[in-house]
């Protein structure tokens, strides 16, 4: 399957879920209970956040040994933490706890996810050839 194969089915593949999903969230979210009680919100959280560690510890492995999926798992890396922060201030509902969230997405999260698209986008210019002569 040649690369331009490749690209087109994806560009066609990833078009039509992202229409198709724009009816689902109108949907959900005019459907949807503002209140929901939950069980294992505790193994939501730890899960999340250890998927979140992995990322980190799979983008400082790739960096390390110049694996040329670097860029991928940069990439991966500042989407979970932009995802993070999303959810951390949208799901406080008391103010101190709320602005608690805000300052870390602000002061930690957010940044952090800026450098990891950095990463991504300037490792991926690069191309793998350059991941190994670094």
């Not at 229409?19 to 294992?40: F, G, M, Q, V, Y």
């Not at 999926?69 to 993070?84: I, N, R, S, Y």
């Not at 509902?93 to 940044?111: C, G, H, K, T, Y």
């Amino acid at each position: 399957m040649s690369l331009n194969t490749v690209r087109r089915a994806a560009a066609v593949l990833f078009g039509a879920a992202g229409l198709a999903l724009l009816p689902w969230t109108w949907w959900i979210s005019a459907s949807l209970p503002t209140h929901h009680h939950t069980r294992h919100w505790d193994l939501a959280w730890g899960g999340f956040d250890s998927a979140l560690a992995l990322s980190f510890l799979l983008t400082a492995l790739a960096a390390w040994h110049r694996h040329p999926w670097l860029p991928a798992a940069a990439a991966a890396t500042g989407a979970l933490l932009v995802c993070d922060a999303w959810f951390d201030i949208i799901l406080e509902n008391r103010s101190s706890d709320f602005e608690i969230a805000v300052i870390e997405a602000v002061a930690a999260e957010l940044p952090a996810a800026i450098v990891c698209f950095a990463v991504a986008y300037v490792t991926s210019r690069a191309g793998p050839q350059a991941l190994d002569q670094a």
